[in-house]
């Protein structure tokens, strides 16, 4: 039944949408609009054409992009403005090894970035991957492989760890946003 096997990835479609936002509550909106969105579709889905989870985490990047997309034309950053006017600034670095990799997983292209997560974070095989990101096998490890080396460079270059510590946000707001991150990979695991 289309219901119980829904049910059955909610919790890896969840994982998912918290590390490609950073937010969990914003992961949660994105995974129930992704899954009325399959239940108004169950009748499409073919599995000849491919598996269930690799067409549920299709439905849920795609969601994930579209909301990106419209915050862009919206200002929803009102809040945030805000809240850096009543938040003193302090000398607090979020220098944890797991913010280090965020950062530099972050900087990485779109397509190489989404390959990745769905190999290393979600558990995907390549073939998987593929299914999700409609290309071949071949593509995918291309690009984990591309996304691995520049990350873990980055990752260990000082100078760039460095650069970005001055670009990024305020320290609050990296500290709150490596909660949230850590946060998504403790649920996921």
């Known amino acids: 039944m289309f219901s119980e096997a829904l049910e059955k990835h909610l919790p890896h479609l969840r994982a998912y949408a918290r590390v490609l936002c950073g937010d969990t509550v914003r992961a949660d909106d994105i995974v129930q609009t992704a899954c009325l969105k399959a239940w ?5 889905f073919d599995p000849e054409k491919g598996a269930l989870r ?3 985490f299709r439905i849920v990047r795609n969601e994930y992009y579209q909301q990106k997309r419209a915050d862009q034309v919206r200002d929803i950053d009102q809040e945030a403005s805000v809240e850096l006017h009543l938040v003193a600034e302090c000398g607090l670095r979020q220098r ?3 913010n280090r990799m ?3 997983i972050e900087t990485l292209k ?12 979600a558990g995907f095989t390549y073939q998987e991957a593929a299914e999700v990101l409609g290309c071949s096998e ?3 490890k291309s690009r984990v492989n591309r996304a691995r080396e520049m990350a873990l460079g980055k990752f260990h270059s000082d100078q760039w760890f460095e650069d970005k510590q001055s670009q990024s946000a305020s320290p609050i707001e990296q500290l709150h946003e490596a909660l949230n991150r850590i946060h998504a990979f403790a649920r996921a695991a």
């Open 54 to 56: 690799a067409w549920l």
């Open 110 to 121: 779109q397509t190489q970035r989404d390959a990745f997560l769905l190999v290393a974070a």
């Open 138 to 140: 071949g593509t995918v």
């Open 102 to 104: 965020l950062q530099a």
């Open 96 to 98: 944890s090894e797991l």
């Open 40 to 44: 108004e579709k169950r009748d499409t």
